[in-house]
């Protein structure tokens, strides 16, 4: 890795703490302020479910802190113990946007389904990248940069994968709120806190985002500067 690249990774890597101390901070605010009508994340994911016409999918609570995802494979709402059994604000908005995950997987919503199929080739190219770039990196100042373009097509495949979970993440969000909002299930008091904590949450694939491609950009450039050198 060149003195340039570490730059920009530990600069990226202080924002995307900074982005989630906050996100933190306000789920933690949040799951303080109960809902009034004393749902529990699960009740709000089965409801959702329910409301939505779907009726496949399991609501199960999974162990960790910040663990929930929606799973396409087997069709479940993990949820982490807090949003599974609390009945706060961010218990709910959580398990909304878990849901809006598994709405678009139900309406085959085009992003969701493009970045499930490319789950298996980045999960490949994950494990070879880190290495063949280091080693391309090194050869490419030795004059042979051919190493260092295979490291980064590789690289490319996750950066576009970074990139398109972000309408995924910004959808899954869109349709939690707008549920939230219409059915009631937030007040007029509740519903602008469940909006802000999704909005940080998002902000950590912006960052994750950001820093992949520009990443991504100083390895292109890198490798055009060998190669003429060459």
Same mark, same amino acid.
Request: net charge positive.
């Given at each position: 890795?060149t003195?340039?690249?570490m730059?920009i990774?530990?600069i990226?890597?202080g924002?995307s703490?900074l982005v989630s101390?906050i996100?933190?901070?306000?789920?933690?605010s949040?799951?303080k302020?109960?809902?009034a009508?004393g749902?529990s994340g699960?009740d709000?994911?089965?409801k959702?479910?329910?409301?939505n016409?779907i009726?496949?999918?399991?609501?199960?609570? &999974?162990e960790?802190f910040l663990s929930?995802?929606?799973?396409?494979? /087997?069709k479940?709402?993990n949820?982490?113990? /807090?949003?599974?059994n609390?009945?706060?604000?961010?218990?709910?908005?959580?398990?909304?946007h878990?849901?809006?995950? &598994?709405?678009q997987?139900?309406?085959s919503?085009?992003?969701?389904?493009?970045?499930s199929?490319?789950?298996? !080739?980045?999960?490949f190219?994950s494990?070879?990248?880190?290495?063949?770039?280091l080693?391309?990196?090194i050869?490419?100042?030795?004059?042979?940069?051919?190493?260092?373009?295979?490291?980064i097509?590789?690289m490319?495949?996750?950066v576009l994968? !970074?990139?398109?979970?972000?309408p995924?993440?910004?959808?899954?969000s869109?349709? &939690?709120?707008?549920w939230?909002n219409?059915?009631n299930?937030t007040n007029s008091?509740e519903y602008?806190?469940?909006?802000d904590?999704l909005?940080?949450a998002?902000?950590?694939?912006?960052?994750a985002?950001l820093? &992949?491609v520009?990443t991504?950009?100083?390895?292109?450039?890198?490798?055009?500067?060998s190669r /003429?050198?060459?």
């Open positions: 890795m003195p340039s690249i730059i990774s530990l990226f890597l924002i703490m101390l996100l933190k901070g306000r789920l933690s949040y799951s302020v109960p809902l009508n749902m699960k709000v994911a089965e959702m479910l329910k409301e016409g009726y496949d999918v399991k609501v199960v609570s &999974a960790g929930d995802h929606y799973n396409p494979v /087997d479940t709402v949820l982490s113990p /807090d949003v599974y609390g009945t706060s604000v961010a218990s709910a908005a959580v398990a909304a878990e849901c809006g995950h &598994a709405v997987h139900a309406a919503y085009k992003w969701l389904m493009l970045r199929k490319m789950v298996p !080739t980045v999960q190219s494990t070879l990248v880190n290495w063949i770039l080693i391309g990196v050869m490419a100042v030795r004059g042979n940069p051919t190493l260092l373009l295979i490291g097509i590789l490319s495949i996750t994968f !970074t990139l398109i979970t972000l995924v993440e910004f959808d899954a869109r349709r &939690a709120l707008n939230l219409h059915t299930v008091f602008p806190k469940a909006k904590a909005r940080w998002a902000m950590t694939y912006v960052v985002a820093a &992949a520009v991504l950009a100083q390895y292109i450039l890198l490798y055009t500067g /003429d050198r060459s």
